[in-house]
């Protein structure tokens, strides 16, 4: 089993930033991924940010390239998102996932934090 606990959501004024953890712990030994998604109210779950976790490579929605940066302490099992220039449009609750059976595939979720945008 894997635990994955998010920290760092909060409110923000349009164009400010915030900064997400994800500390993974338990049977991460076989990542293949890692990554952040996000629900906004009466939305589907999308993904927002995430790592190939062994080959180091990231991957972006379209809609957060070069505001958004994903990076990750593969020591310490933690993830980050760094959120710059946010917008309203950006609020959502926000999910830690991780991948343990291919790369791109993720099967274990995080409570979530909330990230709330105001204009």
């Known amino acids: 089993q894997v635990q994955l606990v998010e920290s760092g959501g909060g409110l923000v004024q349009a164009g400010g930033s915030l900064r997400l953890s994800c500390v993974a712990s338990?049977?991460?030994?076989?990542?293949?991924?890692m990554g952040w998604f996000r629900q906004a109210p009466g939305k589907a779950r999308e993904f927002v940010a995430g790592?190939?976790?062994?080959?180091?490579?990231?991957v972006y929605k379209d809609s957060v390239k070069g505001r958004f940066t994903i990076s990750r302490t593969t020591a310490e099992n933690t993830v980050y998102l760094q959120m710059n220039s946010l917008k309203p449009e950006d609020t959502a609750v926000y999910y830690c996932?991780?991948?343990?059976?291919?790369?791109?595939?993720?099967?274990?979720w995080g409570h979530g934090t909330q990230v709330t945008v105001s204009s």
């Open positions: 996932a991780l991948g343990t059976v291919q790369e791109g595939a993720y099967n274990y």
């Open positions: 338990g049977r991460t030994f076989s990542t293949y991924a």
């Open positions: 790592f190939n976790w062994k080959r180091g490579a990231t």
